[in-house]
């Protein structure tokens, strides 16, 4: 069973009961034992474990880890520091210092959004090597759906950031009007002229927060 340490334990509880989890899980053990798959196994849940569920702020949403060695951590996005920059993180940079807000001392290691209440949430938690996509539609999707449809319904504000069609897809998750649902073309460089960048969603997410009595995020 899975220890989060934190208030999103309830859900994590749930859901492990259920079927599809057991076969997920099952079927994630010999995906472990026979083939190498990222992220790491104790980091599969960072984003949850970083990112309680009352202290989500906002949340990006992404689909997929990176499946390259090294790359994946458990946060949508993020690389280690001293990683290569995949050209979406490059992007996302690029978009927050062309925005002027607030930012920290930039690193590909997004851990420190995390901490202040960013849920950096794939739709799906794990990948095999080299395999994109290699762990879609086995179960993880409901698990996440769940996750974002706990926060979607729940009365406290929040800012959700869809980029791409594919993260988009789940704008019907987000049923409660209190939320900011922020939407573009995704930051890959196949998409990033076509909507991302320019989209300030980085400067109207800080706006929301700031308007609701919350700090807002160094980016």
Partial sequence: MIHVGNDWQPLFD???????????????????????????????????MLTSF???????????????????????????????????????????????????LWSSDLTRWAKQGVLLLNSTLTVVEHQ????????????????????????????????????????SLITNPSHLILESAHPSPLSAYRGFFGNNHFRLCNEFLKAHGYPPIYW
């Avoid at 990006?60 to 993180?89: N, T």
């Fill in 132 to 171: 994109a996509a290699a762990h879609s539609g086995k179960g993880w999707e409901i698990f996440t759906d769940n996750a974002i449809r706990a926060l979607g319904e729940d009365d406290e504000p929040r800012v959700f950031i869809l980029w791409g069609s594919y993260a988009r897809s789940k704008k």
């Fill in 14 to 48: 749930i859901e492990q009961e259920k079927p599809y989890y057991l076969e997920l899980r099952s079927f994630l053990k010999n995906e472990y034992r026979t083939k190498t798959v990222f992220p790491p196994m104790n980091e599969i849940f960072n984003a949850f």
């Fill in 54 to 104: 009352s202290d989500t702020r906002v949340v990006i949403v992404g689909q997929d880890p990176y499946h390259e060695k090294d790359q994946a951590m458990g946060l949508s996005f993020s690389v280690r520091e001293g990683v290569e920059e995949p050209p979406s993180l490059k992007n996302i940079h690029q978009e927050i210092i062309a925005e002027g807000v607030e930012q920290g």
